[in-house]
Each structure stands twice: as C-alpha cells, then as structure tokens.
C-alpha cells in the first residue's frame, strides 16, 4: 500500500455524474470490550447514539447516493426507529436502509453489498459505526482515490516504534523492528469499486477466509490498495475511555 499526500481544491476528483457511491456500516457487533449495558454503536454521545453520529457524516457528503447499516436482527426495528426520529435533521430520508447483519464483519458487509442497486463501476465504502467523528473531507479523499485507484482506505502512520514478536508459553519475544515508514495503522473508510469488492468477498466466501478488515480480503485477491491520510479524531470507540475522549473531541469541534 502507498500513502497518498492531500491534494489541492484544484486538483480534486470528481465523481462522474453515472457513478453512484454507497456506504455500508456494520454495526451488528455486541462490543464485550466495552463492558456497558448494551452495545457501544447505540451508547449516547453528546446526546445521539453513536450510530446516529457515524450516519450523520456520511449523509452530510452530496455524492454519496445511500448509505446501508447491517444490524443484528433483533436490532434492526430500533436502528429503523432512530433513524426515522432524526431523518429531517440529518437528511436521512430516501438514503438511509436497514439491512440484517451477520455473525461477524465480513457477514454483515456481505449481506449489504448483496442488497446495493450497484453496478461493478460503483464505488462502495465501508465504515465501522462506531468511528463517529469522521469527517467530510476524508470521506471526500477516500472516494477521489477510490476513482484513481479502484481501493483506498484510510490509514494513519505509526509513531511508534513498531516490533514483530514470536508469542510463546512465557510471553512475548521479539524478532524484530518494522521501520515505521512501512506501516500504517488502518481505519475507515475503506472504499472499493463494487465489482472488486464483491468478488474477493465471493472468493473469500468460497475459500472460507475470514479477514481482519475489508482491505485484507481485496489484498488476498490480488489487488492493489492505496492509503489516504487519515487522523487520531477519527477513533474507533472500543474502551470505556474511548467516549470520554470522543466527547472531547466532539467539544473541540464546538
């Protein structure tokens, strides 16, 4: 993967008008890590569910044509709830579809691109509901590389020291240091031509991969993905601390 520098307003992509972008959120997971009563992507910050906020970014971009949210079955009439309470507020009407989630990940974005009006041309992003603080202009960058590149996603580089470790009955050993330049840390948006996508999950469904993100399984397939800059607002909110610092963040916006 190849980190892509931010480009000037006059050197921006344009979507062509036939080309339809759509957004896919899984947000079926129960997040045990977070130790709260119900899971973290319908916890309430700054007075909306998180999953309110991830969808109210997404909405907030003209070029995107819908955006589909794959939950758990049980969940999918409170989801269709809280996007109906705030459809006038967040431009949500017309745009935003429930879908049934699956067991994990891969499952849940499956059973979204399978229910996309899309042709193979369409480029398709997938978010974790549970980074509420991405922002128009990295949604924005994604879909430009996307039309370059045909995959991108967001990656932010590392500042620590990075160390390779064999795992062993007494702890962790070292066998090596990665240079930092070589690593990114991954986050979302990931974006991807629909047809690519749909086929290395095809593939991976027939093979029966499972892989960590969406990039990984597109990466498995043979295809090159690039890197656009991504930012330490936009985290992914896992531990209880995670809210408090969204929340500051949040705050810091005004």
Known sequence: MHLLAHKTPNAAMYTPLVMQVFAILPAAGVGTRMAASQPKQFLELNGFPILIHSLRAFAAVPRITAIYVAVRRSEMERVQAQIDDHAASFAFAGRVHVVEGGENRQESVSNALAALPSEDDDIVLVHDAVRPLIDTATIERTIDAVIEHGAAIVGLPAVDTVKQVERTAHGALIT???????????????GFRYGLL????????????IGTDEASVVERAGATVAVVPGSQVNLKITQPGDLALAEFYLRQRG
């Open 176 to 190: 090596s240091t990665i240079p930092r330049e070589f690593v990114v840390l991954a986050q979302t948006p990931q």
């Open 198 to 209: 749909n086929r290395a999950f095809a593939e991976a469904t027939a093979d029966g991969f």
